[in-house]
């Protein structure tokens, strides 16, 4: 079965009262939201312990916006899978594109990531996306499936059933300017068909892609009508909430 997730990505927006005045409002607007989806939210490592504990038997889950793919090592600065777990946390994201563009993360890097993520039975959140120049030079579709094809080398089969992917167009994050319900289909289909060709067919019809990128409360609907649209991974609207209760609607 295909898992519906509704996703909001806190990047390093918010500072600790905002994140107590965020997840207290979330929690208590949760009965009027769609069962149909899970909830899941991605707060700054600094603000994991709290979020988790407020959202403590709720169906809220909380993950990670990034790891180092190492065991507990001499790494100064970095957090592990492992000290995540301790935590309860299982979705990590991987490969969003302020990482691959600020943090100079490369597809080999985050296959990495993936395979590490994977092998500490983590549930890994890839995301994909080309830029506008990319866009407009007629190569997305090219730069998807290297994207995907380099980030999921090697990847057992046995272990892609934990892997969800983010189409997040990069022209589309934080800039108001959404793609369009077919332009997000277009591309969710087309990465449906390189899961197919890189596993089996069911992997592909029971992964989760979701959407990224100017996600809002009167754009969702349209966007998750598409059949290959399983979700939403959100940032703006995210971090308040009364808007991400009005997009778990
Ligand atoms: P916005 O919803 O702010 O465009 O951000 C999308 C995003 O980057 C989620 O990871």
């Known amino acids: ?3 519906k997730i509704i996703a909001g990505n806190w990047k390093m927006n918010l500072g600790a009262l905002q994140v107590a005045q965020l997840t207290e409002g ?5 009965e009027k939201t769609n069962p149909k989806y899970e909830i899941l939210v991605f707060p700054s490592f600094v603000h994991l312990h709290m ?5 403590r038997e709720t169906r809220v889950k909380v993950g990670a916006q990034n790891f180092y793919p190492s065991k507990l090592a001499a ?3 970095e957090i592990s899978c492992d000290q995540l777990k301790d935590f309860g946390i299982q979705y990590v994201l991987i490969g969003h594109s302020e990482r691959r563009q600020f943090l100079l993360e490369t597809n080999e890097f985050l296959n990495k990531k993936v395979l590490h993520a994977l092998s500490e039975h983590m549930l890994p959140m890839l995301c994909v996306g080309e830029t506008l120049e990319e866009r407009e030079a007629g190569k997305t579709f090219e730069v998807v499936k290297e994207q995907i094809h380099k980030g999921l080398k090697d990847v057992p089969l046995e272990e892609v059933s934990r892997l969800s992917i983010a189409y997040e167009p990069v022209w589309a994050i934080g800039t108001g300017k959404v793609a369009t319900p077919e332009q997000a289909e277009e591309v969710h289909a087309f990465i449906r068909q390189e899961i197919q ?3 089996k067919p069911e992997i592909a019809e029971n992964m989760s892609i979701l959407y990224g990128g ?3 409360p009167d754009n969702i609907a349209e966007l998750l009508a598409k059949p290959n649209i399983d979700g ?3 940032g703006g609207a995210s971090q308040k909430a009364d808007s991400f209760l009005a997009l778990l609607k």
Not at 26 to 30: A, E, P
Not at 51 to 55: A, G, N
Request: aromatic share 12%; charged share 20%.
């Open 232 to 234: 939403g991974l959100v």
């Open 197 to 199: 060709s890189l596993f």
């Open 26 to 30: 979330i929690k208590h607007g949760l």
């Open 75 to 77: 790494y100064t600065g």
């Open 51 to 55: 979020t988790v504990e407020i959202f």
């Open 1 to 3: 079965m295909r898992k």
């Open 214 to 216: 100017s996600v809002k």
